[in-house]
Protein backbone atom coordinates (compact mmCIF):
# COMPACT_ATOMS: atom_id res chain seq x y z
CA UNK A 1 0.00 0.00 0.00
CA UNK A 2 1.41 3.24 -0.83
CA UNK A 3 1.99 5.89 1.58
CA UNK A 4 0.03 9.20 2.31
CA UNK A 5 2.82 11.13 0.23
CA UNK A 6 2.54 8.47 -2.87
CA UNK A 7 -1.31 8.47 -3.23
CA UNK A 8 -0.79 12.07 -3.04
CA UNK A 9 1.59 11.90 -6.24
CA UNK A 10 -0.26 9.30 -7.76
CA UNK A 11 -3.67 11.73 -7.51
CA UNK A 12 -1.74 14.40 -8.52
CA UNK A 13 -0.19 12.64 -12.15
CA UNK A 14 -3.64 11.01 -12.65
CA UNK A 15 -5.25 15.07 -12.76
CA UNK A 16 -2.72 16.25 -14.90
CA UNK A 17 -3.07 13.58 -17.28
CA UNK A 18 -6.66 13.99 -17.17
CA UNK A 19 -6.31 17.95 -17.36
CA UNK A 20 -8.52 19.36 -19.95
CA UNK A 21 -10.32 16.14 -21.07
CA UNK A 22 -14.33 16.43 -20.49
CA UNK A 23 -15.83 13.19 -21.69
CA UNK A 24 -14.98 9.71 -20.48
CA UNK A 25 -16.22 6.37 -20.94
CA UNK A 26 -17.88 4.70 -18.24
CA UNK A 27 -18.48 1.05 -17.60
CA UNK A 28 -20.82 -1.20 -15.53
CA UNK A 29 -21.93 -4.41 -14.75
CA UNK A 30 -25.60 -5.42 -16.57
CA UNK A 31 -27.95 -7.59 -14.73
CA UNK A 32 -26.56 -10.67 -16.83
CA UNK A 33 -23.44 -10.41 -15.91
CA UNK A 34 -21.92 -8.41 -18.95
CA UNK A 35 -20.51 -5.51 -19.27
CA UNK A 36 -21.86 -1.93 -21.12
CA UNK A 37 -19.98 1.53 -21.83
CA UNK A 38 -21.15 4.77 -22.46
CA UNK A 39 -19.59 8.19 -22.99
CA UNK A 40 -20.27 10.67 -19.81
CA UNK A 41 -18.80 14.48 -19.21
CA UNK A 42 -17.44 14.62 -16.09
CA UNK A 43 -18.90 17.51 -13.95
CA UNK A 44 -15.76 18.35 -11.42
CA UNK A 45 -12.80 19.09 -13.13
CA UNK A 46 -10.72 19.15 -10.52
CA UNK A 47 -9.75 15.47 -9.74
CA UNK A 48 -9.29 14.75 -5.87
CA UNK A 49 -9.59 10.97 -6.40
CA UNK A 50 -13.39 11.12 -7.24
CA UNK A 51 -15.21 12.08 -9.90
CA UNK A 52 -18.22 13.25 -10.69
CA UNK A 53 -21.36 12.75 -12.80
CA UNK A 54 -24.88 13.91 -13.46
CA UNK A 55 -27.82 11.63 -15.64
CA UNK A 56 -30.66 10.91 -14.99
CA UNK A 57 -32.21 9.04 -11.81
CA UNK A 58 -34.04 6.48 -14.49
CA UNK A 59 -31.21 5.52 -16.26
CA UNK A 60 -29.79 2.19 -16.86
CA UNK A 61 -26.45 3.77 -15.19
CA UNK A 62 -28.26 4.43 -11.70
CA UNK A 63 -29.73 0.62 -11.91
CA UNK A 64 -26.47 -0.81 -12.77
CA UNK A 65 -24.51 0.82 -10.02
CA UNK A 66 -27.52 0.60 -7.70
CA UNK A 67 -27.09 -3.20 -8.36
CA UNK A 68 -22.95 -3.68 -8.57
CA UNK A 69 -21.33 -0.36 -7.25
CA UNK A 70 -17.85 -1.58 -9.75
CA UNK A 71 -17.24 0.47 -12.34
CA UNK A 72 -14.31 1.40 -14.92
CA UNK A 73 -13.68 5.22 -16.03
CA UNK A 74 -11.51 5.65 -19.14
CA UNK A 75 -10.14 8.74 -20.66
CA UNK A 76 -8.65 9.05 -23.98
CA UNK A 77 -6.85 12.46 -24.81
CA UNK A 78 -4.15 13.60 -27.06
CA UNK A 79 -1.18 10.63 -26.51
CA UNK A 80 -2.81 9.80 -23.08
CA UNK A 81 -4.53 6.74 -22.06
CA UNK A 82 -5.89 6.73 -18.24
CA UNK A 83 -8.12 3.45 -16.86
CA UNK A 84 -9.43 4.17 -13.30
CA UNK A 85 -11.12 1.44 -11.05
CA UNK A 86 -13.89 2.59 -8.54
CA UNK A 87 -17.06 2.40 -6.95
CA UNK A 88 -19.38 4.26 -8.16
CA UNK A 89 -22.67 5.60 -5.49
CA UNK A 90 -25.71 7.53 -5.95
CA UNK A 91 -25.48 10.88 -3.65
CA UNK A 92 -27.75 13.19 -2.13
CA UNK A 93 -26.33 16.47 -1.63
CA UNK A 94 -28.92 19.14 -3.07
CA UNK A 95 -25.81 22.11 -2.36
CA UNK A 96 -23.43 19.53 -4.44
CA UNK A 97 -25.61 19.12 -7.26
CA UNK A 98 -26.22 22.90 -7.60
CA UNK A 99 -22.49 23.69 -7.49
CA UNK A 100 -21.88 20.98 -10.54
CA UNK A 101 -25.35 21.56 -12.09
CA UNK A 102 -24.55 23.52 -15.67
CA UNK A 103 -26.42 24.74 -19.14
CA UNK A 104 -24.74 21.65 -20.44
CA UNK A 105 -25.93 19.04 -18.17
CA UNK A 106 -29.17 20.68 -18.27
CA UNK A 107 -29.38 20.07 -22.03
CA UNK A 108 -28.01 16.61 -21.81
CA UNK A 109 -30.75 15.61 -18.95
CA UNK A 110 -33.47 17.33 -20.76
CA UNK A 111 -34.68 18.70 -17.15
CA UNK A 112 -33.15 21.28 -14.78
CA UNK A 113 -30.07 19.40 -13.23
CA UNK A 114 -30.94 20.41 -9.79
CA UNK A 115 -34.28 18.57 -9.78
CA UNK A 116 -34.88 15.44 -8.73
CA UNK A 117 -35.07 14.03 -12.01
CA UNK A 118 -31.17 14.19 -12.31
CA UNK A 119 -29.03 11.73 -10.11
CA UNK A 120 -24.81 12.64 -9.13
CA UNK A 121 -23.03 9.95 -8.90
CA UNK A 122 -19.89 10.30 -7.05
CA UNK A 123 -16.91 7.30 -8.30
CA UNK A 124 -14.39 6.74 -5.37
CA UNK A 125 -11.45 5.85 -7.61
CA UNK A 126 -9.29 3.13 -6.27
CA UNK A 127 -6.67 2.47 -8.58
CA UNK A 128 -5.79 3.01 -12.37
CA UNK A 129 -3.17 2.65 -14.95
CA UNK A 130 -2.25 5.06 -17.81
CA UNK A 131 -0.49 5.42 -20.64
CA UNK A 132 1.13 8.62 -21.98
CA UNK A 133 3.44 8.92 -25.22
CA UNK A 134 5.04 12.13 -26.85
CA UNK A 135 3.34 12.00 -30.31
CA UNK A 136 6.39 11.63 -33.03
CA UNK A 137 8.69 10.62 -30.51
CA UNK A 138 6.55 7.73 -30.10
CA UNK A 139 6.24 6.96 -33.76
CA UNK A 140 10.09 7.49 -34.30
CA UNK A 141 10.49 4.64 -32.05
CA UNK A 142 7.87 2.39 -33.50
CA UNK A 143 9.39 2.82 -36.93
CA UNK A 144 12.39 2.43 -35.35
CA UNK A 145 11.15 -1.14 -33.46
CA UNK A 146 9.97 -2.07 -37.10
CA UNK A 147 13.32 -2.35 -38.71
CA UNK A 148 15.60 -3.21 -35.79
CA UNK A 149 13.51 -5.55 -34.73
CA UNK A 150 13.79 -4.14 -31.39
CA UNK A 151 10.85 -3.48 -28.58
CA UNK A 152 9.88 0.64 -29.36
CA UNK A 153 9.76 3.14 -26.62
CA UNK A 154 6.05 3.38 -26.16
CA UNK A 155 5.81 6.12 -23.85
CA UNK A 156 5.54 6.23 -19.72
CA UNK A 157 3.26 3.40 -18.40
CA UNK A 158 2.37 2.97 -14.89
CA UNK A 159 -0.34 1.82 -12.33
CA UNK A 160 -1.08 3.57 -9.43
CA UNK A 161 -3.06 2.87 -6.30
CA UNK A 162 -5.69 5.92 -5.25
Partial sequence: MENTDGKTQAVETIKELIDGISTCVIATHTADGGIVTRPMGVQDKDFDGDLWFMTSRDSDLVEQI???????????GKGTWVSLRGRAELVEDPQRKEELASALTGAFLQADPKSPEAALIRVNTEAGEYWS????????????????????DAGKNDTVQL
Avoid at 66 to 76: I, K, L, M, R, S
Avoid at 133 to 151: H, Q, Y
Fill in 66 to 76: TANDQVNVTFV
Fill in 133 to 152: SEGVKTVLSLIKARVTGERP
